[in-house]
């Protein structure tokens, strides 16, 4: 039996969602529409779907700055931009954020959906972060220890995935707000350091090996050590 394709559709025009949604699920696709780009990473953390379809131009956040937490977060999930920005400098900014495809306004519904299909006929080629005996699968976001399987809240995953593309460098407290926090304003580093707690405890409590460390006057470093610090 064959899995049903999820797409979440990211569009703030809600005539277009909607159209857009009827179109999706007249080709049994299952469709959950966001109009913010808040909503649509907090939505793409919850259902874990086989396609975005993703507006430039959302009221909260840059549609290139979404597209880019998406791809860090799910490196292989693919994102088609669907969007009035139908300018060169516009085309080459989506690719460069990481969309798989650029589709412009007013669009083909036929091209579209090919677009979609093809899209969703490409390999899937599972991605693994892997640290020690940490094991972090970025597809399904589902992150074990020595295989125990260990349950992150969205903040948490992405301060662990962060660290995990960084193994064996120091990262600042800035740093780590600036990537982790990049869409929240008005958040102080102290917040880096409880979340540091949080993640600790899940990750390391249970081990004699720690694998997140202090780096007294700096930051913090994800290395293999058998004395924490």
Same mark, same amino acid.
């Given at each position: 039996m064959s899995v049903i394709p999820t797409i979440v559709v990211?569009?703030? %025009?809600? %005539?277009?969602?909607?159209?857009?949604?009827?179109l999706l699920t007249n080709k049994r696709y299952t469709v959950f529409p966001a109009t913010t780009g808040a909503q649509a990473l907090q939505l793409i953390m919850e259902v874990h779907p086989s396609l975005v379809l993703l507006d430039l131009t959302l009221p909260d956040i840059r549609g290139?700055?979404?597209?880019? $937490?998406?791809?860090?977060?799910?490196?292989?999930?693919?994102?088609i931009m669907v969007t009035g920005k139908d300018e060169k400098k516009d085309v080459i900014a989506g690719f460069s954020a990481g969309a798989d495809d650029y589709v412009t306004k007013p669009f083909d519904s036929d091209e579209l959906l090919a677009r979609v299909q093809a899209r969703l006929k490409e390999p899937e080629a599972q991605s693994t972060l892997t640290f020690a005996d940490l094991s972090i699968n970025t597809d399904t976001m589902e992150v074990t220890r020595?295989? *125990?399987?260990?349950?992150?809240t969205h903040t948490e995953y992405s301060l662990l995935h962060y660290f995990a593309v960084n193994p064996n *460098?120091?990262?600042?407290? $800035?740093?780590?707000l600036s990537n982790v926090w990049a869409f929240t304003p008005d958040?102080?580093?102290?917040?880096? %350091?409880?979340?540091?707690g949080y993640l600790r405890k899940k990750i390391d409590s249970n081990s004699k090996h720690k694998l997140i460390h202090s780096v007294r006057g700096f930051g913090y470093i994800l290395k293999e050590d058998s004395l924490s610090t």
């Open positions: 990211v569009e703030d %025009d809600q %005539d277009l969602s909607t159209y857009l949604q009827q290139e700055v979404v597209c880019q $937490e998406i791809k860090k977060l799910i490196p292989k999930l693919p994102i020595a295989g *125990r399987k260990i349950e992150l *460098r120091v990262l600042t407290r $800035e740093m780590i958040i102080q580093t102290r917040v880096v %350091d409880v979340y540091i």
